[in-house]
């Protein structure tokens, strides 16, 4: 079982719909988890993190935890064509040791 | 500009030969950190470094060494031990070791070993 796990895609979501994606992970003592935005050949950037149980959101988008199912979810509002990127799930467990997942590819399309 | 660099952006090697990856940052960031990515795979942990003259194995160190004689800077080698070299290589720094989650990433070098 993988560490971190989210599902490759590519997910198509027609540009103005609201865009789900899910990341799961298996250490439970797991604290502290993040969403980074990658463009085709440029490096991640964080846009969202995240440390409580239940949502946060920070305009279009909204981190949602849940602890006890292991489970991590960005939902992003009113998506736009320049949304479309893969979306890599992290996860701080035990050492401040940052696992990533191998990140969900998003298409919104016009 | 503050920031991350690294360079080249892309660079081809030959086989058997080593290579080493520039990374430098003006953050006055204490930790600093080598991920390697490959197609479906994510990035994976090569060598992490908390402070000056410190540095850890991260989850894929075999075939790589690095160094951290400078704050600034923390370079990559990749020896011919390591058996599929080719990828993309990113470097990234965070404040302190224990603000892990808030790293920065540099632009990234895209290694071709043939």
């Known amino acids: 079982q993988k560490e971190v796990e989210q599902n490759s895609g590519p997910l198509s979501v027609p540009e103005g719909a609201i865009a789900s994606l899910n990341c799961t992970y298996s250490?439970?003592?797991?604290?502290?988890f993040f969403w980074y935005r990658q463009y085709s050949g440029k490096s991640p950037e964080l846009i969202m993190f995240?440390?409580?149980?239940g949502d946060k959101e920070d305009g279009r988008f909204t981190a949602q935890l849940n602890k006890a199912s292991q489970y991590v979810s960005l939902l992003i509002r009113d998506s736009q064509p320049s949304d479309s990127a893969t979306y890599l799930c992290a996860v701080m467990g035990g050492g401040n040791k940052l696992t990533f997942g191998t990140g969900t590819q998003l298409k919104v399309e016009l | 500009d503050g920031g991350i660099t690294q360079s080249p952006k892309y660079l081809f090697r030959k086989e058997g030969q080593n290579v080493t990856l520039s990374c430098e940052q003006n953050l006055n960031h204490d930790a600093m950190y080598w991920y390697r990515q490959d197609p479906g795979q994510g990035l994976r942990l090569i060598y992490y470094?908390?402070?000056?003259?410190?540095?850890q194995k991260g989850d894929i160190a075999e075939g790589y060494s690095v160094s951290r004689e400078k704050k600034e800077s923390f370079p990559l080698t990749v020896t011919s031990a390591q058996k599929n070299p080719t990828a993309f290589y990113l470097c990234?720094?965070?404040?302190?070791?224990?603000?892990?989650?808030?790293?920065?990433f540099g632009p990234g070098t895209r290694l071709t070993v043939t």
């Open positions: 995240i440390y409580s149980n």
């Open positions: 990234a720094s965070s404040i302190r070791w224990d603000f892990a989650y808030e790293q920065y």
């Open positions: 470094s908390q402070i000056v003259n410190d540095f």
């Open positions: 250490d439970r003592g797991s604290q502290s």
